[in-house]
């Protein structure tokens, strides 16, 4: 990130708690004037803390913190946080304040007259589509969530502050309410041109909302990119198992079969019983099993209904025998597009294996793998929450049991 | 009947009597009463801010009100306070400490601590979170603590005749001597009068206090 016209600048801060390692520590980062920038990490990593340091509500132990050219340390507490807006998960409304209070609230303190307090809040309202008539006179407790912080943002707005701090501001919210607010706030962003410190530790909010991303583990920056570079090119392990999934899943055309395979899937060797074939199945929990040869070789597929079918007749034959070899198999390298074309077009098959170039057995691709594909592609590219599509037919993908 | 009917006479015959009785019951109540109110609303919020003092304090107003109330007068008596109007404020102020300062100290530190954390954030100073979020938020529920503390305090008052106070008390102690139930009665019936309503009253207070946010 460049130096530009930074107007917050973090320079080597740390923050100890006393006896325990630090909770932030050489934290160093220059925020140019209007971007967002994402805090992310998982939860203790030390987000929230330099968030609040910002705002001196913790005192850094070492380094600095520099807003607008000028050391944090030299201005006054009280007006450094008036000139900065401050959104939290609790919401924290006041109570006992009407919505117009509550919104303009900062101003009070900053001495404006109630007509022109309520002339504010009236127009912010107006900004997120709410009625000020209806609004302005309530108090908090009538309100939704989802509204509460609605106004909680607004609040934070009323003094038309350079800097936001946000932090979690949508994490306490049902997920339907906090993709809707995320959209509002995006929109919201292109009328007030703002820099924003937002704290999260949702990838899809961070890269949903992010300019830049940085990403936080035991107190310092693992690293700092824009959300496509980081998605493109993780520092490390860890950065990649953050974003493991939606750098895999950015788009169905740039995954390859090899990225969403199976890689263990339910086998059982052509020479096994079928009785025994059909516990696996029922151990597995899977419907079909991949019938390999003494190597490995994909043999062919073997279905739970023919196996139930041959034990009732009293067959003996081995598992090889019912094997069904008209499968269309994938490599490794074909795209989850392709995957997801073959799959269309042979409706019989619920699973396809893929197999390597000596048609040794590597993986299998089967239905809910590619809906969990499709899932994951659209909501990285339109925030959509998790649908949560659970296959209870899939071969846990775990435990690699493989019958001789 | 007839006890009613020379209860009835007792009233009218010496309306002054009951008036100065009640009258001295009303300081009896209103001087400790107040002196609690002034004294532990201000340092519980003391302590709400310089926590160390909260033990204490607590510590001294739950042993006030421990110890038996006639054993508070009697203490009164003994550590050279003698009889009288002094050392029976002195024991039902100290008697009244306990429920407003528990009160006081639970309604402030009950605030959510989103709404302190954003004030905060907002650059509200410590006095400023305290008078303008704090107090509002808290106010019902250190009236409340008030409530009990003077409806204890008008019972208490009552048993204040014991150490030469006056009051209603002595009406009634004065009647059990004459074994006269009707003034007995004559001292008691404006004693329970006094509790209705004051329970009445701070009940009202406490709902009117109530920030409307609060009751929606
Ligand atoms: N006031 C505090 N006193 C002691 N430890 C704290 C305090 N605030 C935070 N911590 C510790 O600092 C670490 C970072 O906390 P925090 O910044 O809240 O993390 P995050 O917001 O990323 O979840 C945690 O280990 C937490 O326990
Ligand atoms: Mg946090």
Known sequence: MTNGEAIL?????????????????????????????????????????????????????????????????????????????????????????????????????????PAARRARAAELLEMVGLAPEEYLDRFPAELSGGQQQRIGVLRALAHDPDIILMDEPFGALDPLMREQLQEEFKR????????????????????LMADVIVLMKDGQIVQVAPPEDMLRNPADEFVASFIGRHRVLRQ???????????????MTGAANGLARSLELMRRRRVNSLLVHDQEGRFEGVV???????????????????????????????????????????HQRADSLPVLDENHRIVGLVTRGTLVGLLGDALRVASGVQDLNVADPTLPAPASGEMAP | ?????????????????????TLQQLYLVAIPMSAAIVVAVPLTMLATRVRWLYGPVMGFANAMQTIPSLALLAIMIAIGLGIGVLPAVLALFL?????????????????????????????????????????????????????????????????ASLIGAGGLGSLIMEGMGMASNSIVLAGTIPAIVLAFLAEGLMGGLERALTPRGLRV
């Open chain 2, 1 to 21: 009947m007839t006890l009613l009917l020379h209860t009835w006479q007792f009233f009218t015959q010496h309306p002054g009597t009951i008036w100065r009785h």
């Open chain 1, 252 to 266: 169905a055309s740039e995954v390859s079969v090899a990225d969403v395979m199976i890689a263990s899937p339910a």
């Open chain 1, 303 to 345: 279905r739970q209904a023919d196996l139930q079918q041959h034990i009732e007749d009293g067959d003996q034959s081995p598992v090889g025998s019912l094997a069904d070899r008209a499968v269309e198999a994938l490599s490794p390298s074909d795209s989850g597009l392709t995957a997801m074309h073959r799959l269309l077009e």
């Open chain 1, 188 to 207: 919201l962003l292109r009328t007030v041109s703002k820099t924003i410190v937002f704290v999260t530790h949702d990838m899809d909010e961070a890269l």
């Open chain 2, 95 to 159: 008697y009244a400490l306990m429920p407003i300062v528990r009160n006081t100290y639970v309604g402030i530190m009950g605030v959510d601590p989103g709404v302190k954390d954003a004030a905060r954030g907002m650059g509200v100073t410590s006095w400023q979170l305290l008078w303008m979020v704090e107090m509002p938020l808290a106010l019902h529920v250190i009236i409340a603590g008030i409530r009990s503390s003077l409806v204890a305090t008008i019972g208490f008052a009552t048993l």
């Open chain 1, 9 to 113: 600048e973090f320079r080597g801060v740390t923050k100890s708690f006393g006896g325990r390692a630090p909770a932030v520590r050489g934290f160093t980062l220059s925020v140019p004037r209007g971007q967002l920038v994402v805090l992310i990490g998982p939860s203790g990593c030390g987000k929230t803390t330099t968030l609040r340091m910002v705002n001196r509500l913790i005192e850094p132990t070492a380094g600095a913190i520099w807003i607008e050219g000028r050391d944090c340390k030299t201005y006054n507490p009280v007006e450094l946080r008036r000139r900065l807006g401050y959104v939290i998960q609790r919401i924290g409304l006041m109570p006992h304040l009407t919505i117009a209070d509550n919104i303009s609230f900062v101003l009070r303190f900053m001495g404006q007259p």
